[in-house]
């Protein structure tokens, strides 16, 4: 059954370094999304992306974090200079134009040092 | 605005006892209600989903029912087993934006003891 790959599982950087956080979502979808989870909260919405932009962002996707499609198959999450707070997991989904159901990856761990 | 608000942890059970776990939600419009689990170490899994009032989701002995009179989607089973021991979200899909983003509670972690 096809499913959500992320990479890396668990990334660890420096205050201020810049992290980029990799999805596959499954092939024939169209809609993407990032959602993070700060350790013991609830999960929270990011970004979704369709048709190669943004169509929309959460208060917490400040100018700090983008998103890019680079080819027909990754789906990318950039934080230009991280900080303490974005410590958290972070999930890619993605679903087809049809249903409503999103598809999650199994997460990356992001720790900021 | 869009929330949904879950029962709060955690739950121990004993194997083979009732389980539910109650989720109330607000909406703006008329939303697609579910049910997530997260295992031990893994990323979410959907668990069941509804679309519709009336509409009962179901699915490894799992089931919730989309109430729009109390606006809930309470999580039931019949005879919990140890392997069902993970953290449950409720959620909402927004269909009044074309992204149908989700909006999550809080989780509630059910441990199941033998």
């Known amino acids: 059954e096809p499913e959500v790959t992320q990479t890396p599982s668990h990334q660890v950087t420096q205050m201020g370094q810049e992290v980029i956080l990799r999805c596959v979502p499954i092939?024939?979808?169209?809609?993407f999304y990032w959602y993070r989870q700060i350790l013991g909260q609830k999960v929270e919405f990011l970004v979704s992306?369709?048709?190669?932009?943004?169509?929309?962002k959460s208060e917490i996707f400040d100018d700090q974090f983008s998103v890019e499609r680079p080819d027909g198959s990754n789906f990318t999450l950039k934080i230009r200079s991280t900080k303490l707070e974005d410590s958290a997991m972070y999930f890619c989904?993605?679903?087809?134009?049809?249903?409503?159901?999103?598809?999650f990856g199994p997460g990356t761990r992001l720790t900021v040092l | 605005g869009n929330s949904v608000t879950q029962m709060e942890g955690p739950v121990t059970l004993s194997e083979e006892a009732f389980l539910t776990i109650n989720c109330t939600y607000t909406?703006?419009?008329?939303?697609?209600l579910f049910w997530y689990v997260q295992y031990p170490g893994e990323g979410l899994q959907l668990l069941l989903k509804?679309?519709?009032?009336?509409d009962k989701g179901s699915n490894k002995g799992f089931e919730a029912t989309y109430r729009k009179e109390t606006t809930s989607f309470h999580l039931e089973k019949g005879s919990v087993q140890v392997s069902d021991s993970a953290v449950y979200f409720c959620?909402?899909?927004?269909?009044?934006?074309?992204?149908?983003?989700?909006?999550f509670g809080t989780g509630t972690r059910l441990t199941v003891i033998p």
């Open positions: 989904a993605s679903r087809t134009d049809f249903s409503d159901t999103q598809y």
């Open positions: 092939s024939n979808h169209l809609y």
């Open positions: 992306f369709y048709n190669n932009e943004i169509s929309e």
């Open positions: 909406a703006t419009g008329y939303p697609s």
């Open positions: 509804a679309t519709k009032a009336d």
């Open positions: 959620a909402l899909s927004d269909r009044e934006t074309g992204a149908n983003n989700l909006f």
